[in-house]
């Protein structure tokens, strides 16, 4: 497969899932009876050296304000949500990413305006 063909077909992939994604989230918010904790999470883009940021999005309903924080990772995801909803006490990790070519140096996650 040429880099064309890889690009629409990747493209291609992404408007159907964000499409799925958003009927799917309706659909689970309609039919709960109680507010649901909904986490949806992706790895990385493609091509070498485009890997980040990664999908890291949250409905986490009656959750206090600053608890989420632009800079936070997947691996400090569930222990936010096991510590806020059901009396965990898991201290945070340092949130830290790593690509493949360089896993010795960790790159940043923050985004501006992340946090919606």
């Given at each position: 497969?040429?880099?064309?063909h890889?690009?629409?077909?990747?493209?291609?992939?992404?408007?159907?899932?964000d499409?799925?994604?958003?009927a799917?989230?309706?659909?689970?918010?309609?039919?709960?009876?109680?507010?649901p904790?909904?986490?949806?999470q992706?790895?990385?883009?493609?091509g070498?050296?485009?890997?980040?940021?990664?999908?890291?999005?949250?409905?986490l309903?009656?959750?206090p304000?600053?608890?989420?924080?632009?800079?936070?990772s997947?691996?400090n995801?569930?222990?936010?949500?096991?510590?806020?909803y059901?009396?965990g006490?898991?201290?945070?990790?340092?949130?830290?990413s790593y690509?493949?070519?360089?896993?010795?140096?960790?790159?940043?996650?923050?985004?501006?305006?992340?946090?919606?």
């Open positions: 497969m040429d880099e064309a890889f690009k629409a077909g990747y493209s291609y992939a992404l408007e159907y899932i499409a799925r994604m958003l799917i989230v309706k659909e689970i918010l309609t039919r709960s009876s109680t507010p904790i909904i986490i949806i992706g790895d990385h883009g493609f070498e050296g485009i890997n980040f940021p990664i999908l890291n999005a949250y409905y309903p009656g959750l304000s600053g608890v989420l924080y632009p800079s936070i997947p691996v995801t569930f222990r936010v949500v096991f510590n806020q059901f009396g006490h898991y201290p945070l990790l340092p949130d830290e690509q493949m070519i360089d896993i010795t140096t960790s790159v940043p996650e923050q985004m501006p305006d992340c946090i919606k």
